[in-house]
């Protein structure tokens, strides 16, 4: 059972925290058996932190149950690709042996690849853990839609396209997008962006001209997964 928090008073052999969560004394009691004591690290403030470590195993989970591999033939394999990709031999998720940073890094590197290879895994919040911009790039770049998670989803404009706006002129490296999958693109447009927006707090990002190329976005209004 993980515990973490800022220390706030220390006296003597007597420390006192402010646990990041509340505390379940149940689970702890079922653990230690009524008998609890706590082992820590006082961490460096750039280290890898509690949300980003359980999100890189849930990923990794999520892949497992999806390929039959077992989770750690599926971390021994993501840590060896990782580090070949960023010039490291080993690559530890251990406290104080990886910055939030590299974290970051690594829960992009795995999206991608699970994108890549589609192998699903569930919708996470990856604002608690890594560079959110660099994920929904990677859904947009995949077509995966921003709400749910569901592949071969739509391009879609945050700012309106139509009336006077022709998507086949307008310079769309000035728009903002997501990708939204039929159900949800539809949704949106039936309760409007607002709405659509604070339902699902979601942000769209914008892209560079050469992305906006790559993506085929404004080229055919009428081609499949293209904005509606």
Request: hydrophobic share 40%.
């Amino acid at each position: 059972m993980e515990i973490s928090g800022q220390i706030v008073k220390v006296s003597g052999r007597e420390i006192t925290l402010s646990l990041d969560h509340d505390f379940d004394i149940n689970a702890a009691v079922r653990i230690s058996d009524g008998e609890m004591r706590v082992l820590g690290d006082v961490l460096d403030k750039r280290s890898i932190t509690p949300e980003q470590r359980r999100l890189i195993y849930a990923l990794m989970n999520d892949a497992a149950e999806y390929t039959g591999h077992e989770p750690m033939w599926w971390e021994n394999l993501l840590k060896m690709m990782f580090g070949n990709e960023i010039g490291e031999e080993h690559v530890s998720l251990a406290a104080n042996r990886m910055t939030q940073v590299t974290a970051g890094k690594f829960i992009e590197f795995i999206v991608g690849f699970l994108l890549a290879e589609e192998i699903p895994f569930k919708f996470q919040e990856f604002h608690l853990a890594g560079d959110v911009s660099r994920i929904l790039f990677l859904y947009l770049k995949h077509r995966v839609c921003f709400v749910c998670g569901k592949p071969h989803s739509d391009y879609a404009h945050y700012e309106t396209v139509g009336m006077g706006r022709d998507r086949k002129t307008i310079d769309h490296s000035l728009n903002r997008f997501m990708c939204l999958c039929r159900a949800h693109h539809t949704e949106q447009h039936k309760i409007g962006m607002r709405t659509f927006m604070n339902k699902y707090h979601i942000a769209p990002i914008k892209l560079k001209p050469e992305q906006i190329a790559e993506f085929g976005i404004g080229k055919n209004m009428h081609k499949e997964g293209v904005e509606a």
